[in-house]
Nanobody
């Protein structure tokens, strides 16, 4: 599985962006598709995850209510709609995929496949 993230950019505080993660190859229904982010000098942190069959979704507490994850199986693409962005959301955003149990969903070290990352910069 190869992942290609896109959609990052520069936006003012309060603005919105939609990230996309296109995937090659067939995706099994038990795959978890995650979004993580890493700001300069900080560890990579969990943002959101969706099970490929759409049965489970989760968000980090700080993104709950502002971010929405979704997927389009016909396009093999996962989306992250980000609203009400603030400067603290500035980071490189990565998509990841792996066959995982739901309990491991927030652990970046267990995801098998990663996209190249897309930069999101929020100006104040």
């Amino acid at each position: 599985v190869q992942l290609q993230a896109s959609g990052g950019g520069l936006v003012q505080a309060g603005g919105s962006l939609r990230l996309s993660c296109g995937m090659s190859g067939p995706i099994a229904s038990n795959y978890l598709m995650g979004w993580f982010r890493q700001a300069p000098g900080k560890e990579r942190e969990f943002v959101s995850v969706i099970r490929w069959d759409g049965s489970h979704i989760d968000y980090s507490d700080s993104m709950q209510g502002r971010f929405t994850i979704s997927r389009d199986r016909s396009k093999n693409t996962v989306y992250l709609q980000m609203n009400s962005l603030n400067p603290e959301d500035t980071a490189v955003y990565y998509c990841a995929a792996s066959p995982l149990i739901w309990g491991a969903r927030t652990r970046s070290d267990v995801y098998r496949h990663w996209g190249q990352g897309t930069q999101v910069t929020v100006s104040s």
